[in-house]
């Protein structure tokens, strides 16, 4: 939904269409707005890939439902909401994560618990609140057009605590993702830094799901990042494809939508999944041609084989 | 209280889908396949939105995008990373990368159609999308409920038919294989009998009330015992109760919504359950 009535038009002058998207302040914070999430989204996405805990990222996200509408009966800003309910949702989930030897079924079944929970909270907010929340469409699809200068700047602040503890807690916690066993027994805390992981995680989906919306927050979360790790297995190499293949989906979703009439949320969701699919197919084929070269995907390595 | 319609309905409707949600939601836990569910819950609403956008019925939306949504699944999961510790995909977590990439994508489309709607001006799509999303069970007239009660009821008696071949499959997938029984068949056919399950109670008493009647009281369940059929029975028992009293609940105090009642007896009684066992 473009602010402005002189809508722009596409020609064949590329250049000019090009500069066309920089005229208009929205579309510049759009731009900057998307590539700050698409960084963040990436780098915390590549490692909730890595963990398998897309459900629980799944359910954070869910977390903004009764964040948004708890926030808006208690009459402050959404986002305070976001936060409280992502970090408690985070802590809840945790519970069940680490060395304890809780099977995957079970987690899951802590995970939809807690999802099930937040969104019957949402729900008697909602009702309690009386009437329509403000802007399901926007809580629920996000408004990456609208984003304000203040809410950029709040959300590069957030991005970059988000990057900056994901640096701090990189090399265990991808030891402790690969195999906890080991880990725990190198004296690493497994429990501490997967509930760690998961305040993280929440504190990343909160901060994307205010302008991708709560639907949307995995074509930059998960897509990007389960792309780039059918592609390769080195650790380095899929982390920087994963933020390119980001920012590559946001641009181009947010470039087409501005010739558009449609929103940049359905085409970022659609390049994301082609190129998931391509990523895929091209996995396969390079698998078919070198199976003695080993296993195809870094989950799927040896134990112990990845840190050395 | 059974005096008022809406609330002999609603008992009616919630009774079935609560034995249906318990008994699916056992076998789910089980294979390891709560994302798949909760996924095929999202994914009703872009059903919904594409079918109001197509002018036909939004029934046939939701289940289209639900079975839709769990062959993709089952298609491209397969693939990923099938059955890696002798285990189905499923229960090691392979699949849930491929859950999150499908249902983006379908609430991606989903988006698409919302817009289409919006600028066709077609309208209301706010509150349509509110009530496939949460649904009201307070809101179902006699059809509908009776409706609900009959799906539910095809829903168990085909799980019923299928019953011990999946458990063995979903228990010992390589010994099952081995022995002749077709477990890719039957994951299928399960998933497509969730997706029934999950379009039929979104449809009914919404997203929200579904999830938490499938996890909770299967997740007790689990919790309590390990034996089959105890696990079963305890399952729909505990479904039951939770419906039974968060629809009393919400009768009584005007200002709570039923779904959310009932969800939060239900993941009271999976929190007593981890206290206990």
Redesign the interface.
């Known amino acids: 939904m473009r602010a402005d009535a002189s809508s722009p038009t596409l020609g064949w002058n590329l250049a000019r269409d090009a500069s066309q998207l920089f005229e208009y302040h929205f579309m510049i914070n759009a731009l900057l707005a998307g590539s700050v999430v698409a960084v963040m989204a990436g780098l915390v996405g590549w490692m909730m890939v890595l963990r398998r805990e897309t459900f629980a990222g799944h359910t954070l996200a869910m977390m903004a439902f009764p964040g948004a509408s708890g926030a808006a009966l208690a009459g402050v800003p959404a986002a305070w909401g976001y936060f409280a309910f992502c970090g408690a949702g985070a802590l809840a989930i945790g519970r069940f994560s680490g060395t304890r030897r809780r099977s995957w079924s079970e987690r899951s079944a802590n995970t939809g618990a807690v999802q099930a929970l937040a969104l019957a909270t949402g729900f008697l907010f909602v009702s309690l609140y009386g009437g329509v929340l403000g802007d399901l469409e926007s809580l629920l699809f996000g408004n990456l057009l609208g984003v304000s200068d203040g809410q950029l700047l709040a959300l590069s602040g957030v991005a970059a605590v988000a990057v900056a503890a994901l640096a701090a807690l990189a090399r265990p916690l991808l030891f402790a993702s690969l195999d906890g066993e080991a880990a725990a027994a190198r004296g690493v805390p497994v429990r501490a830094l997967s509930i760690a992981f998961l305040a993280l995680l929440g504190l990343a989906v909160a901060a994307t799901s205010q302008i991708t919306g709560v639907m949307l927050v995995f074509a930059l979360l998960v897509t990007p990042a389960a792309s780039a790790q059918a592609l390769t297995t080195r650790p380095a190499l899929s982390l920087a494809i994963t933020v390119a293949l980001g920012l590559v989906v946001v641009w181009l979703g947010l470039g087409i939508s501005y010739y558009s009439v449609y929103p940049a949320g359905f085409f970022i969701t659609v390049i994301s999944f082609a190129i998931y699919l391509l990523a895929r197919l091209l996995a396969a084929a390079l698998g078919r041609r070198s199976r003695e070269a080993g296993p195809a995907r870094l989950a799927s390595a040896p134990r112990g084989s990845v840190i050395s | 209280m059974f005096s008022a319609e809406f609330m002999r309905n609603a008992l009616l409707a919630g009774t079935f889908i609560a034995l249906a949600c318990g008994v699916s939601g056992w076998f789910v836990?089980?294979?390891?396949q709560?994302?798949a569910g909760?996924a095929l819950s999202?994914v009703a609403f872009p059903g919904a939105l594409a079918a109001a956008a197509a002018g036909i019925d939004q029934r046939i939306g939701l289940f289209a995008a639900t079975i839709l949504a769990g062959g993709a699944i089952g298609v491209?999961g397969r693939?990923?990373?099938a059955a890696?510790d002798g285990r189905p995909a499923g229960?090691?977590?392979?699949e849930?990368?491929?859950?999150?990439?499908?249902?983006?994508?379908i609430?991606?489309?989903?988006?698409?159609f919302?817009?289409l709607l919006n600028?066709s001006g077609a309208g209301r799509s706010?509150i349509q999308?509110?009530r496939t999303l949460?649904g009201s069970v307070f809101g179902l007239s006699g059809g509908e409920a009776w409706l609900a009660a009959g799906v539910a009821i095809a829903a168990l008696l085909l799980t019923a038919a299928i019953a011990r071949p999946l458990l063995f499959a979903s228990v010992f997938p390589d010994v099952a294989a081995a022995r002749g029984v077709r477990t890719r068949l039957l994951s299928t056919a399960f998933a497509a009998l969730l997706g029934v399950v999950a379009a039929e109670a979104t449809q009914a008493v919404g997203a929200?009330l579904l999830?938490?009647l499938?996890?909770?009281p299967?997740?007790a369940a689990?919790?309590v015992t390990t034996a089959p059929f105890a696990g079963l029975a305890l399952a729909c028992a505990l479904a039951l109760a939770a419906t039974w009293a968060g629809l009393t609940l919400a009768y009584a105090l005007p200002?709570?919504?039923p779904?959310?009642a009932v969800?939060?007896i239900?993941?009271g009684l999976?929190?007593a359950s981890l206290r206990l066992a």
């Not at chain 2, 836990?29 to 390891?32: D, S």
């Open positions: 836990l089980l294979r390891g709560l994302f909760d999202h491209l693939g990923a990373l890696r229960a090691s977590g392979a849930d990368t491929t859950i999150g990439t499908v249902f983006t994508l609430l991606g489309v989903g988006l698409f919302l817009t600028t706010g999308g509110a949460f929200l999830l938490g499938l996890a909770a299967a997740a689990h919790r200002w709570m919504p779904s959310t969800v939060v239900a993941v999976y929190y």
